[in-house]
């Protein structure tokens, strides 16, 4: 008899702590968000590429509290070099310039062969990036890539430069800026000649050239501001009119470079409700939903009328300007590990 009372009074405790946690429980759902999330996409996905065998992925790492909102958030596109992972945000640079050389133009195209570069880089972010060097004899040397047809400018200018020139008159077609080397072949514009773009300087070469401008350090320089303004933008001293030496100065122009966009994505995410906001991409639109085949797939089979492509750098998506497919996909994996959505909900995005 005493063991019956003995079991009764445990069950009785043990249906008052169910009830007590019940009414504990968040309204999103039957246990807690709370927590570290994380998910991931990766090169070669489409193709059957393992993560573990990737070369380039990206990871995203949510933290969330009991109802989903997002207390932090980091991304980081980590990219495998000589055998060590690094990442592609990191912003250092190994950058040298030889004054002796003059830049000339690379041969665009299918027969695509570079030109003669001042400059010797090394980085795992090349987007956004530009390098300025003044040498004793006041020679000036600046690079800096065209985020629209992602080739490297130079421009080299002696000490008796007229510095008060506009650099609208900076243009392709004067010998002036000198595409040199073919930083990546995916560019919006893929020039088969130079002659197209001869009239074109760095900030007008097409009407997303504003990400040059619109923000960062370049906000506010156009075609009507002089070489002096363009340089001293870029940590160039000036006296009398002469630009002062200066060792190699680099940096990343618009958002920031990959590190830039990625700040940029996680500070969109803090704050939102992690259950409401299930993708950074709404795939609704017809131009993107056209471009998703029946595997979840974006990109891969393109309906007419769709696009490969999820950009937008005027206003940007989820706070970046970047391409954002991949970056979706990482974001979307940390919701399954989350359980708010399941592996079937994700977009693979284009990588």
Not at 217 to 234: H, K, N, Q, R, Y
Not at 341 to 348: C, F, G, L, P, Y
Request: aromatic share 10%; proline share 3%; charged share 20%.
């Amino acid at each position: 008899m005493k063991r019956k009372v003995i079991m009764a009074t445990g069950l009785v405790l043990l249906f008052l702590l169910l009830t007590v946690l019940s009414a504990c429980t968040p309204a999103t759902g039957d246990t807690s968000l709370k927590g570290r999330h994380v998910g991931y996409s990766w090169q070669g996905e489409v193709e059957g590429v393992e993560l573990a065998d990737a070369t380039q992925y990206i990871e995203t790492i949510l933290e969330l509290d009991e109802d989903g909102i997002i207390t932090d958030a980091k991304m980081r596109f980590f990219v495998q070099k000589d055998g060590f992972w690094i990442t592609r945000q990191s912003g250092n640079a190994f950058v040298t310039a030889d004054f002796s050389v003059t830049p000339t133009r690379a041969t665009p195209g299918e027969n695509y062969t570079p030109g003669d570069s001042m400059f010797t880089i090394y980085t795992a972010d090349i987007m956004s990036f530009y390098a300025v060097a003044v040498n004793p004899e006041n020679v000036t040397a600046v690079a800096i890539v065209c985020p629209v047809t992602r080739y490297l400018y130079e421009i080299r200018l002696s000490a008796d430069t007229d510095y008060s020139r506009p650099i609208g008159e900076m243009t392709i077609g004067s010998g002036l800026l000198v595409p040199t080397v073919r930083t990546s072949g995916s560019g919006l514009i893929r020039p088969d000649d130079w002659d197209s773009l001869a009239d074109k300087s760095i900030v007008n070469i097409d009407r997303w050239s504003h990400v040059v401008n619109a923000q960062g350090i370049f906000e506010g320089i156009d075609e009507a501001s002089s070489l002096m303004d363009f340089l001293e933008a870029m940590g160039v001293e000036f006296v009398d009119g002469i630009p002062q030496p200066l060792e190699i100065k680099y940096g990343y122009f618009g958002l920031g470079g990959w590190e830039g966009n990625y700040r940029a994505i996680e500070e969109f995410l803090i704050g939102k409700n992690a259950t409401v906001l299930t993708s950074l991409i709404d795939w609704s639109l017809p131009s993107y939903a056209g471009a998703i085949n029946d595997q979840n797939q974006f990109g891969i089979d393109v309906e007419s009328g769709a696009t490969k492509t999820v950009q937008n750098s005027i206003d940007g998506i989820s706070g970046a300007t970047i391409r954002m497919s991949r970056e979706g996909t990482s974001y979307q994996r940390a919701l399954v590990d989350a359980g708010i959505i399941t592996e079937e909900d994700v977009i693979i995005g284009r990588f």
